[in-house]
């Protein structure tokens, strides 16, 4: 028993010394998202979406919930947006080029299409972000004419 209270105590001790440790948040300006949605032009409807579903994952402005406080869920929440950030960023959107944006948005659709995203570890503590068979339909007829757009911009090989 005395083992059993020593790495107990060991652990609350660990813990708290942890606590000490974050990484840095993902905190940008709100204004890096201004022109993604300028040239995208979303409709209501999908800039909510993409507000409460996609921007804080993919975008340098995270909204960050109480439990992000703790240590090691802060980790964990900050490899998810730089996984997400790294594969799609709204806020990096005017440096990358007609194709790349095309093909982001090729993928988009297909990840929203088969409800790959948002990720059910996000739903799970953000409602909000699940979307309904309505919200899915919306964001894809706006993904698929932002490609119809680019398909008419010149493309430099």
């Known amino acids: 028993m005395k083992i059993l209270k020593k790495a107990l105590l060991f652990l609350i001790i660990v813990f708290v010394i942890a606590q000490f440790f974050r990484p840095e948040k993902n905190q940008g300006d709100i204004a890096t998202i201004e022109p993604f949605l300028v040239e995208t032009n979303p409709p209501e409807d999908v800039k909510l979406i993409l507000k409460e579903a996609c921007f804080d994952c993919h975008s340098d402005v995270t909204r960050y919930p109480w439990y992000n406080n703790i240590t090691p869920v802060n980790f964990w929440l900050k490899g998810h947006i730089d996984h997400g950030k790294k594969h799609f960023n709204v806020s990096k959107w005017e440096g990358n080029s007609i194709k790349r944006k095309d093909h982001k948005f090729e ?51």
């Open 107 to 157: 993928e988009l659709i297909e990840m929203v299409e088969d409800k790959s995203m948002p990720l059910n570890s996000y739903t799970w503590t953000h409602s909000d972000a699940k979307l309904t068979d309505s919200q899915i339909e919306s964001a894809l007829d706006w993904a698929n004419k932002v490609r119809l757009f680019y398909d008419f911009k010149p493309k430099p090989e």
